[in-house]
């Protein structure tokens, strides 16, 4: 009898380590199936803003830089003021005070693989944005800046037109696509004019063909909207293209 006894035994004990074992097994696979859940969220979480964005941009590729945004009466009244700083360099890292806010001409940095910002790049964030003593650099270089302020920033409608707008000026080997929209902070200096949180900046020399030599012609050029426009843009840049500027043949 002691033997069926035994055997009774290791039975139970058999049973018992299989049970664990499927234990065992099953919540290695719950483990393994919550990692796999946490992964995959955390790598919708990184692709989900890229992926919006570029479905957010699929309408801005058949259309003409006027049609994104809000109309051109959006934008008050172009005004100029005679500019200073050209060819006043400082050396890069050095503060530069500017009287306007955003600035369209002054001194500023100039070295070389730091200013003026290479022509690819178009559209930039607060975390990414070249210093503005940089920028004024590309400004004397013939390009137009739209600056936005944090109030677009967080407006995701404005984001996504100034996105479309920077769009449209992909390239580098024509310059007529001397463009970039960066933001303008509280740490760069004063408020846009109330109600407005857009600023188109461009540093003239007073007409294309202007001798460039001659400073006394040279102003900067501002005009603020309340939202983005692609249409008062296209106007901006038409009025004051790359040609007027103090070094229009630069990158």
């Known amino acids: 009898m002691a033997k069926p006894a035994k055997n009774d035994r290791q039975a139970v004990i058999d049973s018992i380590r299989k049970k664990q074992k499927g ?20 790598i919708g979480a990184a692709a989900y803003q890229p992926i919006k964005d570029w479905w957010d941009l699929r309408k801005f590729n058949d259309i003409d830089i006027a049609s994104i945004g809000a109309p051109a009466s959006a934008c008050e009244k172009v005004t100029t003021r005679e500019a200073t700083g050209n060819q006043e360099h400082v050396p890069t890292g050095t503060p530069v005070e500017y009287e306007d806010a955003p600035p369209a001409f002054g001194a500023h940095w100039n070295e070389a693989n730091v200013a003026p910002d290479p022509m690819e790049r178009k559209l930039y964030t607060a975390d990414d944005r070249p210093a503005v003593e940089a920028l004024v650099h590309n400004l004397e270089h013939g390009y137009t800046v739209l600056w936005y302020d944090e109030t677009a920033a967080a407006d995701d409608e404005m984001m996504d037109d100034i996105r479309g707008i920077a769009t449209k000026f992909k390239g580098t080997s024509n310059l007529r696509l001397k463009f970039k929209a960066v933001p303008w902070t509280e740490d760069d200096g004063e408020a846009f004019p109330e109600g407005q949180h857009v600023a188109f900046t461009h540093w003239s020399i007073g007409g294309a063909g202007n001798d460039v030599s001659d400073t006394s012609t040279q102003v900067g050029v501002w005009q603020y909207c309340s939202a983005p426009s692609g249409e008062a843009l ?18």
């Open 234 to 251: 296209e106007d901006f840049m038409l009025e004051y293209p790359y040609m007027d500027s103090p070094e229009p043949g630069a990158m």
């Open 23 to 42: 234990a065992d097994k099953r919540r290695g696979f719950a483990i393994v199936g919550v990692c796999s859940l946490v992964a995959l969220l955390l």
